[in-house]
T-cell receptor
Framework: NAGVMQNPRHLVRRRGQEARLRCSPM?????VYWYRQLPEEGLKFMVY????????ESGMPKERFSAEFPKEGPSILRIQQVVRGDSAAYFC??????????FGPGTRLTVL | TQLLEQSPQFLSIQEGENLTVYCNSS?????LQWYRQEPGEGPVLLVT?????EVKKLKRLTFQFGDARKDSSLHITAAQPGDTGLYLC????????????FGAGTQVVVTP
C-alpha cells in the first residue's frame, strides 16, 4: 500500500509565478490536510479537505493561496504570484477519517 | 504562543544512553501523536495515545500520556544513532477536529 505521494519534491519559482503542489493520499483515505514548515519553525496547519469539500481553511493565508481536492485526481495546493516569504516545505497528510494522519515527503518550494 | 511546548529543544547523547523528551500543554487534548522527522523528509508517525495514563511501547521507545491528558513523554532506552531525528508531538486543538497543532520539536542527536 503506497504512502502519501507528493510532487514535485522540489519546486523553484521566480517571484510572481504560480506554484502548484500535488498530493495523492493513501489508498482509501478521503481526508487530506496541508501543512507548511517555514525554515526554523514548526509545522503549521493550512487547510483540511474531504473530497470536493473544504472543511477547515483557518490556516490558509487570505490571498493568493487556494486548495482543492476534486472527486478524481490528487489534491492541489495553489499559490499565485509567489513571494520570497512563500519559500518553505509544504506537507500533505491523509487519513481515513478525522484521526491519525500520515504525512507525505513534502514539496520544497524555493522562490527566487 | 505554542499550545504544545516541547522540551528540551535539543538533546545530544552518546549511543547506549537513555533520554526523555517532554510535551506539555495547559489544555486538555483528546489525543496526542508523536512523529519523527528526518532532514528532507516528512514526519513519520510513531504512536497515538488517547487515554489518560496510557503507556505504549514501541521496541526501545516508551510513550506516556498524562492522567489529565495535558502532557506526554517519550523515553528512549539505549539510544542508537538511528534514533537521531526531530521528534514532534501533535494533537487536535481543543474544540476542533481534523487539524493538528504541532509542538516545535526536540532535535535528538545520538553519536556512536
Amino acid at each position: 500500500n503506497a504512502g502519501v505521494m507528493q510532487n514535485p519534491r522540489h519546486l523553484v519559482r521566480r517571484r510572481g509565478q504560480e506554484a502548484r503542489l500535488r498530493c495523492s493520499p493513501m489508498k482509501g483515505h478521503s481526508h487530506v490536510y496541508w501543512y507548511r514548515q517555514l525554515p526554523e519553525e514548526g509545522l503549521k496547519f493550512m487547510v483540511y479537505l474531504q473530497k470536493e469539500n473544504i472543511i477547515d481553511e483557518s490556516g490558509m493565508p487570505k490571498e493568493r493561496f487556494s486548495a482543492e481536492f476534486p472527486k478524481e485526481g490528487p489534491s492541489i495546493l495553489r499559490i499565485q504570484q509567489v513571494v520570497r516569504g512563500d519559500s518553505a516545505a509544504y506537507f500533505c497528510a491523509s487519513s481515513p477519517s478525522s484521526d491519525t494522519q500520515y504525512f507525505g515527503p513534502g514539496t520544497r518550494l524555493t522562490v527566487l | 504562543t505554542q499550545l504544545l511546548e516541547q522540551s528540551p529543544q535539543f538533546l545530544s547523547i552518546q549511543e547506549g544512553e537513555n533520554l526523555t523528551v517532554y510535551c506539555n500543554s495547559s489544555s486538555v487534548f483528546s489525543s496526542l501523536q508523536w512523529y519523527r522527522q528526518e532532514p528532507g523528509e516528512g514526519p513519520v508517525l510513531l504512536v497515538t495515545v488517547v487515554t489518560g495514563g496510557e503507556v505504549k511501547k514501541l521496541k526501545r521507545l516508551t510513550f506516556q500520556f498524562g492522567d489529565a491528558r495535558k502532557d506526554s513523554s517519550l523515553h528512549i532506552t539505549a539510544a542508537q544513532p538511528g534514533d537521531t531525528g526531530l521528534y514532534l508531538c501533535a494533537g487536535p486543538p481543543p474544540g476542533s477536529w481534523g487539524k493538528l497543532q504541532f509542538g516545535a520539536g526536540t532535535q535528538v542527536v545520538v553519536t556512536p
